[in-house]
């Protein structure tokens, strides 16, 4: 498929997307800090992507991550319908969206990551896969990090309870570690598919 057709749609059905969730949203100030690096990332993204010329399926990746932020923007992780569902369902301790968006996070990302590493970084192949897995750790932590610090902005002395750790202490090192699980998960399978490939 042409690259800028393709493109385009995915454009139109994350703004779509968008628009619907941005009506009557779980939390107004949770959604619009949850949007603030979502519109940062989105405008970036546009300005550079001919410079960037990633793939197709880059473009894919970072769209379906784009459409779960979306979605989970609109409920608030920690309220998400789906999650509420699988807690009581399967007897869990906890809503575990939050814990599958960081996991997609890695998932997702961790392939234009690679891409964009490739062909820009000069690196061996090799190494391109450890490196965009790193890539996404460093990045969770540094997220991780900006919420804490909003947090204490927005609702001081509630910490845990705002960024919807739901009791967990160790709420951000197990989302930095979701997301790094989801990008070796990501690469792993990248590398089991170019195995396959230069096996034919």
Known sequence: ?????FITALAAI???AWVVAAIQPFDRQAWFLENILLVIFVV??????????LSNAS?????????????GAHYTYAQMPIGHWTKDF????????????????GFFLAYPIREL?????????????????????????????????????VAPGQGIN???????????QHDMLSAFAGALLMMAAVALAECKRKAR
């Open 14 to 16: 994350c703004g779509l």
């Open 44 to 53: 970036t993204l546009s300005l550079t992507h001919r410079r960037l010329q």
């Open 162 to 172: 705002w960024l919807g750790g739901q009791g967990d202490e160790w709420d951000a």
């Open 90 to 105: 399967f007897h869990l301790s906890r809503n575990h969206y939050d814990r599958f968006a960081h996991g997609a996070f």
């Open 1 to 5: 498929m042409n690259p800028r057709k």
């Open 117 to 153: 590493l490739l062909k820009h970084g000069r690196i061996y192949r090799a190494w391109s896969f450890w490196l965009a897995a790193g890539v996404i750790l460093a990045v969770g932590g540094f997220f991780e990090i900006i919420e804490s610090i909003v947090a204490e902005i």
């Open 59 to 71: 473009y894919f990746f970072l769209a379906a991550f784009v459409i779960l932020h979306i979605v």
